[in-house]
Nanobody, 117 residues
Framework: EVQLVESGGGLVRPGGSLRLSCAAS????????MMWVRQAPGKGLEWVSL????????NYANSVKGRFTISRDNAKNTLYLQLNNLEPDDTAVYYC??????????WGQGIQVTVSS
């Protein structure tokens, strides 16, 4: 069974930092690119970042570029998102996700990040 479990969220002041983790199991993690997606209160899903299966390439939404860093440890089956210089508009539920062939998209349960003074 494919499982994605996020952790590391919480409440942080503007300008602060958090590191999100996504522990993957039930599939060969190193065979798949991974993404982070977020959903702010009352808004739709927003793609945040992606990383290729071998960490050779990453990409970021303009809204987080230069502040967030995606990474992965294939030996630990874990995806990360380092969030720096957080802003109130970064408040959202953050999800890790991937399309696992042949069954389809899988999502974690989500982790809350709240940026507030």
């Amino acid at each position: 069974e494919v499982q994605l479990v996020e952790s590391g969220g919480g409440l942080v002041r503007p300008g602060g930092s958090l590191r999100l983790s996504c522990a993957a199991s039930g599939f060969t993690f190193s065979n798949y690119g991974m993404m982070w997606v977020r959903q702010a209160p009352g808004k739709g899903l927003e793609w945040v970042s992606l990383i290729t299966k071998d960490d050779s390439s990453t990409n970021y939404a303009n809204s987080v570029k230069g502040r967030f860093t995606i990474s992965r440890d294939n030996a630990k089956n874990t995806l990360y998102l380092q969030l720096n210089n957080l802003e109130p508009d970064d408040t959202a539920v953050y999800y890790c996700t991937s399309r696992i062939i042949p069954t389809g998209w899988y999502w974690g349960q989500g982790i809350q990040v709240t940026v507030s003074s």
